[in-house]
T-cell receptor
């Protein structure tokens, strides 16, 4: 158990809908990272937050957004969902801004039908 | 859970043998590299890392080698055990972005 929690574990929704994925980092970790893992594209970095502020952006679509709250939990919002958004979404956390040892949560499996 | 990367390259090794997993990275400006292990139904797990100013780093039963000339990274696992069966990813960091390789599935034969 990495200490990172993600909810929900599974999510099934229809195209065009909007969903919110939630992540709680390990106790003491200030950075939260979001990743998407799909069969055809592998693991892709989406975005990083550090202590409430956006720190780095990867391959995140404009339909997706994220935020980190004062209690350090983070939410990833996915809107106007398409079939291709079906994937595993992982959250990871680390102690600092440039700490490379990231601890991954168990993931949320999103299925868009 | 559902298998990740059903068509990944697979390395099959006998239990007790050494495993070598290779990775070609893309950006010569990448300054940091990480190996992750992902077991079925779980998130990636950090194994070992190496900075670009190093050629080799050893951990417990694992060694990472970095060849910057040919942009190649390898992970060596000594005395491979059944619990090592998983998908292994390399990741490179350049700027603030992390780029992951496609992964290699390691299968340990009894």
């Amino acid at each position: 158990d990495s200490g990172v929690t993600q909810t929900p574990k599974h999510l099934i929704t229809a195209t065009g809908q909007r969903v919110t994925l939630r992540c709680s980092p390990r106790s003491g970790d200030l950075s939260v990272y979001w990743y998407q893992q799909s069969l055809d594209q592998g693991l892709q970095f989406l975005i990083q937050y550090y202590n409430g502020e956006e720190r780095a952006k990867g391959n995140i679509l404009e339909r997706f957004s994220a935020q980190q709250f004062p209690d350090l939990h983070s939410e990833l919002n996915l809107s106007s969902l398409e079939l291709g958004d079906s994937a595993l979404y992982f959250c990871a956390s680390s102690v600092g801004d440039r700490s490379y040892e990231q601890y991954f949560g168990p993931g949320t499996r999103l299925t868009v039908t | 859970g559902e298998s990740v990367g059903l068509h990944l390259p697979t390395l099959s090794v006998q239990e007790g043998d050494n495993s070598i997993i290779n990775c070609a990275y893309s950006n010569s400006a990448s300054d940091y590299f990480i190996w992750y292990k992902q077991e079925s139904g779980k998130g990636p797990q950090f194994i070992i890392d190496i900075r670009s100013n190093m050629d080799k780093r050893q951990g417990q039963r694992v060694t990472v080698l970095l060849n910057k000339t040919v942009k190649h990274l390898s992970l060596q696992i000594a005395a491979t055990q059944p619990g090592d069966s998983a998908v292994y990813f390399c990741a490179e960091r350049h700027g603030q972005n992390f780029v992951f390789g496609p992964g290699t599935r390691l299968s340990v034969l009894p």
